[in-house]
């Protein structure tokens, strides 16, 4: 599989792992399967370009509270997230923890990696 054939598969893994943890989250709100999917390409691009820079920044942070930081960091770029993408709500700060961590959850599951803090 090429490059772009496995970045259109982790788009739609992405996307239907969004969908299930918007079903499971009653503080997430996605307006339709297409929002979904746009979100999840949305993540992987936010994750490949700004959250390096944000890990590397709180590197002393994380290794004091012992990578639980990177909790923060994922809320963070999901907020970002809700920001820029219409259809997409999340209701505060720690629905956006909930929901990092179970997009991670359902993302393991399914062997696919929008790079949540896996």
């Known amino acids: 599989m090429d490059k772009a054939q496995s ?4 788009i739609l893994l992405g ?3 969004v969908l ?3 079903f499971l989250l009653p503080g997430v709100h996605i307006d339709g399967w297409m929002t979904g999917f746009i979100l999840a ?3 992987i691009l ?8 944000l890990v590397l920044l ?4 994380t290794l004091i509270t012992f990578g639980l930081f990177l909790l923060v960091i994922n809320a963070l770029m ?3 997230a809700d920001r820029f993408i219409d259809g997409f709500s999340v209701d505060g700060f720690w629905w956006a923890i909930l929901f990092a961590i179970v997009l991670s959850i359902i993302n393991s599951l399914f062997g696919n990696r929008l790079d949540l803090g896996n």
């Open 7 to 10: 970045f259109l598969v982790k």
């Open 15 to 17: 996307g239907i792992s």
């Open 20 to 22: 299930i943890a918007e």
């Open 41 to 43: 390409a949305a993540i």
């Open 46 to 53: 936010i994750n490949l370009t700004l959250k390096p820079i």
């Open 58 to 61: 709180t590197l002393p942070l």
């Open 78 to 80: 999901i907020l970002l």
